[in-house]
DNA sequence: AGCACA
């Protein structure tokens, strides 16, 4: 009964009416497959957007012959056959018609997925594509995100019709030159049907819209037509702030584990969750405090010092672009002690191997994309071709952290400063730091933060500790942690 | 850069 038997493909191909055509450019459309085929004869069928990566594509001609005349045509042509400046492969397929030439983007539904070409994520307004579409109908939800095809957007309508109509209007044309800014050149809308029929927008923010609900929290650090990062007074970025600092761990002579850090970071606050990764080869972590405040203040106590001696784990901070890690609760490299007994679910997550994949490897049930601060983007998701993971760092794969590392899944977003709100001038007023009584470290190496090398405060929770060695997070900030 | 759909 199997049908594995056969190979995928043979080299040696016998004709077919059908061509098989791969490395074709992203959403090819059909039109641009009959403009390249039909000059070798009549074209009785199509099918695009084929496999994992969506460029390939079978021609189905009305006679052999003419499909020999194609390949044959292309074997000798010192012209490779191209599409949209992409040289095009063009074999016989290995079966002899096409069956079903709907591909899932072809099957009409009420939701859109937009695919304009040619720009980056900033160019393009969210309120420039809704009032692009509100031609054709009430929009109702937008979404919009950057993947590896390029910017894209899913707009929903309130039924398929709309879409339709908007689809047949606007697909291969070009948002109006007075709408964009004026560096572009034109920029193309690819247009197909998304399998969602109803967006999960979280946030209004510049990336994701829900016009059905004008209620819908603002999202504060997404707040809508804030592009362009703020400028410091000495024209460079400004980094926005944030209650979740983003630590590198350099010269990580030692491990330094959730706990580590939890006792590290608790000296300033109460530390809300931790995420350890790796990324580009070095460690990271994500540490989540309840306010900006207090990320301020570890941030600037902790920046540039060691978690030991010698020179050992030090720390590089900055300020995360997330404002509310999802992580699991209980795992070796994240931690949310907001949860009441995650400790029990320690055992639970021990017991049960190997972990579960983040769902959004699975698009079916990529329905909801919890908790991250980008609730939209959860269709997008949807859109990853089957069996293919997108871009995520490998290291994710571990499949232990669910949170969404913002550098590897949105490369391009431009958080600014200025956008948060004013509670923010706090921290970055305050001339009365607890910690601004430390004396500046003048010398190149800073004082460790754990002044015990190779013994991990984890190791030593709350009571008996060495001499002159304060147990970790039990010293209020700016004391021994920085003593001698 | 290498074959859909059930």
């Given at each position: 009964?199997?049908?594995?038997?056969?190979?995928?493909?043979?080299?040696?191909?016998?004709?077919?009416?059908?061509?098989?055509?791969?490395?074709?450019?992203?959403?090819?459309?059909?039109?641009?497959?009959?403009?390249?085929?039909?000059?070798?004869?009549?074209?009785?069928?199509?099918?695009?957007?084929?496999?994992?990566?969506?460029?390939?594509?079978?021609?189905?001609?009305?006679?052999?012959?003419?499909?020999?005349?194609?390949?044959?045509?292309?074997?000798?042509?010192?012209?490779?056959?191209?599409?949209?400046?992409?040289?095009?492969?063009?074999?016989?397929?290995?079966?002899?018609?096409?069956?079903?030439?709907?591909?899932?983007?072809?099957?009409?539904?009420?939701?859109?997925?937009?695919?304009?070409?040619?720009?980056?994520?900033?160019?393009?307004?969210?309120?420039?594509?809704?009032?692009?579409?509100?031609?054709?109908?009430?929009?109702?939800?937008?979404?919009?995100?950057?993947?590896?095809?390029?910017?894209?957007?899913?707009?929903?309508?309130?039924?398929?019709?709309?879409?339709?109509?908007?689809?047949?209007?606007?697909?291969?044309?070009?948002?109006?030159?007075?709408?964009?800014?004026?560096?572009?050149?034109?920029?193309?809308?690819?247009?197909?049907?998304?399998?969602?029929?109803?967006?999960?927008?979280?946030?209004?923010?510049?990336?994701?819209?829900?016009?059905?609900?004008?209620?819908?929290?603002?999202?504060?650090?997404?707040?809508?037509?804030?592009?362009?990062?703020?400028?410091?007074?000495?024209?460079?970025?400004?980094?926005?702030?944030?209650?979740?600092?983003?630590?590198?761990?350099?010269?990580?002579?030692?491990?330094?584990?959730?706990?580590?850090?939890?006792?590290?970071?608790?000296?300033?606050?109460?530390?809300?969750?931790?995420?350890?990764?790796?990324?580009?080869?070095?460690?990271?972590?994500?540490?989540?405090?309840?306010?900006?405040?207090?990320?301020?203040?570890?941030?600037?106590?902790?920046?540039?010092?060691?978690?030991?001696?010698?020179?050992?784990?030090?720390?590089?901070?900055?300020?995360?672009?997330?404002?509310?890690?999802?992580?699991?609760?209980?795992?070796?490299?994240?931690?949310?002690?907001?949860?009441?007994?995650?400790?029990?679910?320690?055992?639970?997550?021990?017991?049960?191997?190997?972990?579960?994949?983040?769902?959004?490897?699975?698009?079916?049930?990529?329905?909801?994309?919890?908790?991250?601060?980008?609730?939209?983007?959860?269709?997008?998701?949807?859109?990853?071709?089957?069996?293919?993971?997108?871009?995520?760092?490998?290291?994710?794969?571990?499949?232990?952290?669910?949170?969404?590392?913002?550098?590897?899944?949105?490369?391009?977003q431009n958080f600014a400063a200025a956008s948060v709100p004013a509670y923010a001038t706090a921290a970055t007023s305050g001339g009365s730091?607890?910690?601004?009584?430390?004396?500046?470290?003048?010398?190149?190496?800073?004082?460790s933060v754990i002044t015990q090398p190779g013994v991990p405060p984890n190791l030593r929770p709350g009571g008996a500790s060495p001499p002159?060695?304060?147990?970790?997070?039990?010293?209020?900030?700016?004391?021994?942690?920085?003593?001698?």
């Amino acid at each position: 009964m199997s049908t594995s038997g056969t190979p995928q493909f043979r080299y040696t191909q016998t004709p077919s009416k059908v061509l098989h055509l791969r490395n074709l450019p992203w959403e090819c459309t059909e039109e641009e497959l009959i403009e390249l085929c039909q000059p070798f004869g009549k074209i009785v069928n199509t099918k695009c957007n084929v496999g994992a990566n969506r460029n390939q594509a079978f021609v189905e001609f009305a006679d052999l012959n003419q499909a020999i005349s194609m390949v044959s045509y292309y074997a000798s042509s010192s012209e490779p056959a191209q599409v949209r400046g992409k040289t095009v492969y063009i074999q016989y397929s290995n079966r002899h018609e096409i069956v079903n030439n709907k591909s899932p983007g072809d099957v009409p539904g009420n939701v859109l997925l937009v695919t304009i070409e040619g720009v980056e994520a900033g160019d393009v307004s969210i309120d420039v594509i809704h009032l692009v579409f509100s031609a054709f109908g009430f929009v109702h939800k937008i979404a919009t995100f950057e993947k590896a095809a390029g910017f894209q957007a899913l707009i929903q309508f309130s039924d398929s019709d709309t879409a339709s109509s908007a689809r047949n209007a606007l697909d291969g044309r070009s948002i109006p030159r007075y709408l964009l800014p004026e560096h572009l050149g034109s920029c193309h809308l690819r247009i197909s049907y998304s399998a969602h029929t109803d967006l999960n927008i979280k946030f209004q923010s510049h990336r994701s819209r829900d016009y059905t609900n004008p209620y819908l929290p603002v999202n504060p650090t997404a707040i809508e037509g804030i592009v362009q990062p703020a400028l410091g007074p000495d024209g460079k970025k400004k980094e926005p702030e944030s209650n979740v600092l983003l630590a590198s761990i350099e010269n990580m002579q030692y491990a330094v584990t959730v706990d580590v850090l939890h006792t590290v970071f608790s000296a300033f606050g109460t530390v809300q969750k931790i995420a350890i990764f790796e990324k580009n080869g070095q460690t990271q972590a994500l540490v989540q405090y309840p306010d900006l405040t207090t990320a301020a203040v570890a941030r600037e106590a902790l920046e540039g010092h060691c978690i030991y001696d010698g020179g050992y784990c030090k720390l590089h901070l900055s300020y995360s672009r997330h404002t509310d890690l999802n992580v699991k609760a209980f795992s070796d490299k994240s931690r949310d002690y907001t949860i009441p007994d995650a400790s029990l679910l320690a055992a639970q997550q021990a017991s049960s191997l190997p972990p579960a994949p983040p769902v959004w490897q699975n698009p079916q049930s990529a329905q909801m994309y919890p908790g991250n601060d980008f609730g939209a983007t959860a269709a997008a998701h949807a859109q990853i071709p089957r069996g293919q993971v997108a871009s995520w760092d490998p290291n994710m794969q571990a499949g232990r952290l669910t949170f969404v590392p913002a550098a590897s899944s949105y490369p391009s977003q431009n958080f600014a400063a200025a956008s948060v709100p004013a509670y923010a001038t706090a921290a970055t007023s305050g001339g009365s730091l607890p910690l601004s009584q430390r004396s500046p470290i003048t010398s190149g190496v800073p004082s460790s933060v754990i002044t015990q090398p190779g013994v991990p405060p984890n190791l030593r929770p709350g009571g008996a500790s060495p001499p002159g060695v304060q147990p970790g997070g039990v010293s209020p900030p700016g004391q021994s942690y920085y003593g001698q």
